[in-house]
Structures are given as structure tokens and as C-alpha cells.
């Protein structure tokens, strides 16, 4: 969505009032409820012909009995968020919302790539770093982390594991820094978000053959601490733990050369889980194309098992399946 439809987007639904709004956001995915929820923070007051220009023919009739929107959009973004997502979702994502409308630098990077995103930040001190990449989503942090070097990368996720908070004018500070590396400029406005056990972990689920080496690290300078974010993490090898209708759900949602891949190098008692929680027809095709396929890179593999866990994770924060907590390893791709 673009920038002009995100606007248009937040007059809409200041239009439609806040029930409607409700359904709305019930539909949306995170990153477009945070993009138009920033939107809305920022509106304050719309002139009658905004609403006009943007509710179109269907909404005209309704727009020619407003002169306007006037209302206390902060309010209006808590109680919208929280009927459509609940109490403990909406918390997180109003505070981070409201505490920053302003913060265009680091929301920018979520639409960067990964390799731009180091690039743009590998001269910056490691919990310069740390602090940005709490900020991304864990994937996409798992990447940028991935361009670093082995000590950088080391550094920057023990930093992640411990850091429970940032203060606002720290944030305000890197995002002015981040604002200005993104318009060619070079030395930083505002956020909130946390690191912590969960972040690390998230983004350890996403780091493929570094994870163990990181992993390490931070046993060797907090034993407690890596036990603790182990035992957060779910990893590819980890399907095994869940039970057989949970694996019926996930392969629902799993289109099958996603499957193919994702399996090659796992072991064969998590094939062979897979393998019984399919029909016996789907089953037969699947052994039949895992074995037609050969030697697969080892990038493609953690590529696809990310996809999967990415739907892993999602099913489980809707409800439909619950994760087990231990840790694991990829093997090999042969």
C-alpha cells in the first residue's frame, strides 16, 4: 500500500466510525494495522472534501452530512485495537504506535532488504545495532544479522538478549541518526520497542547454521541466559513435537514444492511424522518427489523451513497449535 493509500486508508475509517473499523483491522495483517494505525495517530482533523475524495460515490451520500472529522485519534486507535485484537495483542502495538508517529527511520528499514539494512548499519556500534534489530521482524533481523561477521554477530545478539528497554529520547535519537543515513546524510528520533529472551530467540529460530556458534557465545558469557533462550527457541526439527493434528493443520497450509525442500537433509523420523499425517496417496507423491529432487543447497532449505516455521508460528499465536520449548539444529542437504 502506498503511502497515499495508507492515508486515504485512515480517512475511511475515521468515515466509518468505530465498529466498522473494528472489522476492518480483524482482516489486516500486522505490518499493515501498525502502518495504518500511524496513520491514524498522526490525523487529527480531515476536511469534509478529504472524505469526500476518499469514500467515493458508495460513501458521498454519508460524507454530505459531515463537515468534518474532529476527534481524539489516540483514544479512537486504543479502543479500535483493542476490540479487534484483544487485549494482551492490542497493548504491545498501541504503545509502540502512539509513542511513535514520528518514527520514519526506522520503520523504513522494514521495507529494505536485508543486505541494504547491514549495509546501512554495519559501521554502528554493536548495541546501536542491537537496538535497531529489535525493531524488525525476527526474519528479516536474522538476515541482516547473517551479513555480519561471526564476533559482530555474536556481540549484537547478546546485546539483543539482555536489553529490556530503551529510553524514549535514546530512540528519538537513533531514529534522527537512521533518518539521515537514509537521505545520504550520516550521524540519530523515536521508538519503543523490547529486546529480551523472546526476541533472541525469535531471531535464533531464523539464523540456520549460525545459530549454534551465537548460541555458544552466549553460554559462555551467561550459561543461565542461553538455557533460557533455548529453551524459547522452535526450530525446524522441533515438528516432531508437535502432535499429529497439529502437523495435519500445518501441512493444510503448506504448499507441497515448499514441503519438498524443507524436508531435504531433516531426519528421518521427522519425514516419516510427516509422512504418516498425510493421505497415503499425498504421502507416496511426496517420497516420490524427495527423491527426484537431489541435492538441494543448504541456503534453499533454511529458506523454505523459514516459510514453514513462519506458518508454525502463526498457528500457534491464533491458537490452532501449541509449540513445544526445546531447541535444535539443521542437518545437512544431501
Avoid: C
Amino acid at each position: 500500500m502506498s503511502d497515499d493509500g495508507v492515508a486515504r486508508a485512515a480517512v475511511l475509517l475515521m468515515s466509518l466510525g468505530e465498529e466498522a473499523s473494528v472489522e476492518v483491522f480483524k482482516h489486516l495483517g500486522p505490518k499493515e494495522v501498525q502502518k495504518l494505525g500511524l496513520e491514524l495517530a498522526k490525523t487529527k482533523s480531515i476536511p469534509r472534501e478529504r472524505i469526500e475524495t476518499v469514500i467515493d460515490d458508495f460513501r458521498r451520500e454519508a460524507a454530505k452530512h459531515q463537515d468534518g472529522i474532529n476527534a481524539d485519534s489516540d483514544e479512537y486507535i486504543r479502543s479500535v485495537l483493542t476490540k479487534a485484537l484483544g487485549n494482551d495483542k492490542a497493548a504491545a502495538l498501541i504503545d509502540r504506535i502512539l509513542t511513535n508517529n514520528d518514527n520514519a527511520g526506522i520503520e523504513s528499514l522494514k521495507w529494505m532488504d536485508a543486505a541494504s539494512v547491514a549495509e546501512l548499519i554495519k559501521n554502528e556500534h554493536p548495541q546501536i545495532i542491537a537496538t535497531i534489530l529489535v525493531h524488525l521482524d525476527a526474519d528479516q533481523a536474522s538476515d541482516v544479522l547473517k551479513a555480519f561477521s561471526e564476533r559482530t554477530r555474536n556481540d549484537v545478539m547478546l546485546r539483543i538478549a539482555t536489553l529490556e528497554g530503551i529510553q524514549p529520547s535514546a530512540l528519538r535519537d537513533l531514529n534522527e541518526v537512521l533518518t539521515q543515513l537514509l537521505t545520504g546524510s550520516d550521524r540519530v528520533k523515536k521508538s519503543s520497542a523490547m529486546g529480551g529472551v523472546d526476541v533472541a530467540a525469535g531471531i535464533l529460530n531464523f539464523m540456520g547454521q549460525f545459530e549454534s556458534s551465537i548460541t555458544e557465545y552466549i553460554k559462555e558469557s551467561d550459561a543461565e541466559l542461553a538455557q533460557r533462550i533455548q529453551d524459547k527457541m522452535f526450530v525446524f526439527e522441533n515438528l516432531l513435537e508437535l502432535d499429529d493434528r497439529s502437523i495435519q493443520l500445518l501441512m493444510r497450509e503448506v504448499q507441497s514444492e515448499t514441503l519438498v525442500v524443507a524436508l531435504k537433509g531433516t531426519s528421518e523420523t521427522l519425514k516419516e511424522k510427516i509422512f504418516k499425517n498425510m493421505s497415503s496417496r499425498a504421502a507416496e507423491m511426496l517420497r516420490e518427489d524427495l527423491e527426484a529432487k537431489g541435492p538441494v543447497r543448504l541456503s534453499e532449505v533454511e529458506s523454505e523451513q523459514k516459510e514453514i516455521l513462519k506458518v508454525v508460528r502463526r498457528l500457534a499465536e491464533e491458537g490452532q497449535i501449541v509449540l513445544g520449548s526445546k531447541g535444535g539444529d539443521e542437518g545437512l542437504v544431501e
